[in-house]
Each structure stands twice: as C-alpha cells, then as structure tokens.
C-alpha cells in the first residue's frame, strides 16, 4: 500500500514562488504516476501536475501550463511542485496522489490521496 505525504505549503504574495514536496512510501512506483491536484473552497478538484514514473513524462492541466513545473527524485521517491507567478486564483489545497492507471485518468482512477497542504497567495 503506497502512502503520500505532502509539505511546503504557504502563505505567499502573488508573483512570488512555492515549491511542494511529496514522500511516497510502501510500494514501487514504477508502474504509476504521481502527482498533483487542488481544490478551492466551493470548487471541482482540479488537475495541477503529473508525472509518470517509468518514463519521466508530464502532463500539466492548462491553468498552470508556464508557471509550474513537476519535477522527481528517484531515491527519495518523491515529486516537487515548483510554483512560480503565483496568483490569487492558485489559492487552494493542493493534493498529493498516485495515478494508479496513468496520468492521463481523471481523479476518480487515482488514490493514496495525501492530507493536502494549503496555499494561500495574496494580491
């Protein structure tokens, strides 16, 4: 069983930068993805990042396609958001996960969601 936790969370203002971190543990990642996704207080949770264990591919939802960047570190087996211009409408918690069937699956096929670590940019 594949545990996440994530950290690095903040308060920031708008235009500056965040960086989250997320631990996997339990189990081999090789034939997942991992990532992100965020909720905003009466919104959808919404795709932010993934990236795909095996091949090192990404995929980006297109609110933040520009301005984040997903990135691994094999031995730690763990990803990290790099969040830069940030924005009020970045404002969420945001949500470790694992792609069980590609990081292409909508949320409902991902899982070993993580406790979220919440983001709060001021204008």
């Known amino acids: 069983q594949v545990q996440v936790a994530e950290s690095g969370g903040g308060l920031v203002q708008a235009g500056g930068s965040l960086r989250l971190s997320c631990a996997a543990s339990?189990?081999?990642?090789?034939?997942?993805?991992l990532g992100w996704f965020r909720q905003a207080p009466g919104k959808d949770r919404e795709f932010v990042a993934a990236?795909?264990?095996?091949?090192?591919?990404?995929r980006y939802g297109d609110s933040v396609k520009g301005r984040f960047t997903i990135s691994r570190d094999n031995d730690k087996n763990a990803v990290y958001l790099q969040m830069d211009s940030l924005t009020p409408e970045d404002t969420a918690v945001y949500y470790c996960?694992?792609?069980?069937?590609?990081?292409?699956?909508?949320?409902?096929?991902?899982?070993?969601w993580g406790q979220g670590t919440q983001v709060t940019v001021s204008s």
């Open positions: 996960g694992i792609a069980y069937s590609g990081i292409w699956a909508p949320s409902s096929a991902w899982g070993a």
């Open positions: 990236t795909r264990w095996s091949d090192s591919s990404t």
């Open positions: 339990g189990r081999t990642l090789s034939r997942y993805g």
